[in-house]
Nanobody, 117 residues
């Protein structure tokens, strides 16, 4: 099982872009699904985007058309390109790896994204 470390968060103005990265400590080729979740203050943790081992991508409602998830099994990394950010995108973003067969989900420590004027 891998460990995950997120980077790339910070403060951005509304309408701006930000790119999050997640670096795994080992190979992710055996990870069934890699994804990003987010949790705003007082909210539950929701799916932002996920990509499975076959490259199939799934996006949460708020991310469709604005965010793009990418998985690199060579570099063992996951990225989330976020465009047209709004105030509602302010949240802690978590990288996750899910081993479906064993139903094991690993989380990164989370990284804060703040959208503010």
């Amino acid at each position: 099982q891998v460990q995950l470390v997120e980077s790339g968060g910070g403060l951005v103005q509304p309408g701006g872009s930000l790119r999050l990265s997640c670096q795994a400590s080992g190979s992710i080729s055996g990870v069934d699904s890699m994804g990003w979740y987010r949790q705003g203050e007082g909210n539950q943790r929701d799916l932002v985007a996920a990509v499975n081992a076959y490259g199939f991508k799934d996006y949460g409602k708020s991310a469709k058309g604005r965010f793009t998830i990418s998985r690199d099994n060579v570099k063992n990394s996951l990225t989330l390109q976020m465009n047209e950010l709004t105030l509602d995108d302010t949240a802690v973003y978590y990288c996750t790896a899910w081993y479906v067969k064993d139903d094991i989900r690993i989380w990164g420590q989370g990284i804060l994204v703040t959208v503010s004027a």
